[in-house]
């Protein structure tokens, strides 16, 4: 058998590989390890992408403020045009592969680009910026959010999410510390281009590792005909009139928001309220990691015998009474003991909220005859962005009721307080009305078990 054959045979297994049963063991954690690239870049370039054009290449703030404002809302657009179209197009390689498969490649070479711009005036950088990012961003968009779409399919009862999630959710939370922890090691050892090499090839390894875990359902002709023929208006439209959808998804936005307030006070409540250095934030942020990686199996076990719903309840008052804690210390090591319970909210939230997505994509299938991963994920993630909103809103509405005053050597003693009730009170107003549109979510169910029976449209619908 010659070479191209035996090619064309290996590149027909890939094509022609459908899921039927449960994934194994190896599938869902090759699965799951792609949400470690996916934090990893994201966490990088959250966090330093500011100060390295800022600091490093002498950009005007003001410029790349406006460059960042422009980057959430592509981003924020994009989920929704994305997700319909994944799902309106079935090919012979499945619905979501193709768009992982062809936006790996580009993905990573845009995050390498972001931290090596030729030398260029300023003008010239944000120009730059704007191009690579809107590259990285279409790009993000059309992997994440497919990787995110295929969760629900390959995992289909609320036992095989729990369980599916975990691993996943234990890769996303060490991308996330790397990507806060490992850049600075790198980019001061091999310099900002460097990194960003560096970062891209293990980003590219472990996507390339994950799509053994990819695969698909198959879907009959019916399901196939009707997820063609809806377009995005009526996507949206059908996507928020579904009244467990936007109980969930305002849920989702308050949490979410929640933890935006919460990470972006630490800094301040460090400084001004318990007396620590800038470095110190590290000790208050590592006990919510460390505390959130074991209790990730821990709410799994959880999700499995209680259900989304009863679930989410529980984890909006564990994380509400944990931020509370951040009314109490005086130190920095009082503040570190209550970021271990914050930790224990924070791997709640990253365990029941997609498996909980999964079971309100179930409900619409039963209605519609259609599997909408896509645009339900891609709404979800237009809702959330509004986090970010949140999050200064409130931050600089705190900052100016306590009398913070930018660059003052001093500042006075009400800022203390401002900043302890940021972090201490004002997530507990937040997640009181999550709680709410938890205690309004309609599927009360344990599980996602009907599923199993109606998986593409095996069952007879209007």
């Known amino acids: 058998m010659s070479d191209t054959a035996t090619g064309s045979g290996v590149l027909a297994r890939l094509r022609d590989r459908r899921l039927d049963g449960a994934p194994t ?21 959250s966090a330093f992408v500011v100060f390295f054009y800022v600091d490093h290449l002498g950009v005007p703030a003001g410029w790349v403020a406006g460059a960042m404002v422009a980057h959430g809302i592509l981003n924020a657009v994009l989920n929704p045009v994305v997700g319909a179209a994944s799902d309106r197009r079935r090919t012979r390689w499945g619905r979501r592969v193709p768009w992982i498969v062809l936006g790996i490649v580009p993905l990573v070479v845009a995050f390498a680009l972001v931290w090596a711009p030729p030398a260029l005036p300023a003008a010239g950088l944000v120009v730059w910026f704007l191009l690579v ?33 975990a691993p996943r959710q234990l890769f996303a939370l060490v991308g996330m510390i790397l990507g806060t922890a490992g850049a600075p090691l790198l980019y001061d050892a091999i310099g900002w281009a ?35 023929a809806v377009g995005l208006r009526d996507q949206l439209r059908y996507t928020f009139a579904n009244r467990a959808f936007v109980t969930y998804v305002l849920g989702s936005l308050l949490l979410q928001s929640t933890t ?23 000790l208050l942020l590592a006990p919510i990691f460390v505390a959130a990686i074991p209790a990730i199996w821990g709410w799994s076990w959880v999700v499995r015998r209680l259900g989304p719903r009863t679930t989410m309840l529980a984890v909006v008052a564990v994380y509400g009474l944990a931020t509370c804690l ?8 009082g503040g570190a003991a209550a970021g271990l319970a914050v930790g224990l909210g924070v791997a709640g939230l990253m365990q029941v909220l997609e ?9 619409d299938e039963r209605r519609t005859g259609m599997r ?17 909103v949140v999050q200064a809103v409130v931050v600089a509405g705190m900052l100016a009721a306590s009398g913070y005053v930018e660059g003052a050597a001093t500042q006075v003693p009400q800022v203390a307080t401002g900043m302890r009730l940021l972090i201490g009170g004002v997530p507990v107003v937040l997640a009181v009305l999550a709680f709410v549109c938890f205690w309004l979510y309609p599927l009360r169910t344990r599980g996602a078990e009907q599923a199993v029976d109606t998986v593409m449209g095996r069952e007879s619908r209007p």
């Open 25 to 45: 063991r190896a599938q869902a954690v090759a699965y799951g390890a792609s949400a470690f690239p996916a934090n990893l870049m994201l966490q990088t370039f």
């Open 133 to 165: 990012v809107a590259v990285f961003d279409v790009a993000y968009v059309a992997v994440v959010l497919n990787v995110s779409a295929l969760f629900p399919e390959i995992f289909r009862t609320t036992a095989e999410r729990a369980r599916g999630n």
């Open 194 to 228: 460097g990194m960003g090499v560096a970062l891209a090839v293990v980003c590219a390894a472990f996507f390339a590792w994950s799509l053994l875990g990819m695969v698909e359902r198959d879907a009959d002709d019916a399901v196939r005909a009707r997820e063609s």
């Open 260 to 282: 935006s307030v919460l990470l972006a006070g630490i800094p301040f409540y460090v400084k001004y309220t318990v007396g620590g250095t800038d470095a110190d934030a590290t």
């Open 326 to 333: 951040y009314l109490l210390p005086t130190t920095v090591l």
């Open 355 to 363: 498996v909980a997505l999964g079971q309100v994509i179930d409900d």
């Open 372 to 388: 909408r991963e896509g645009m339900y994920f891609g709404a979800n993630g237009f809702v959330v962005r509004g986090s970010v």
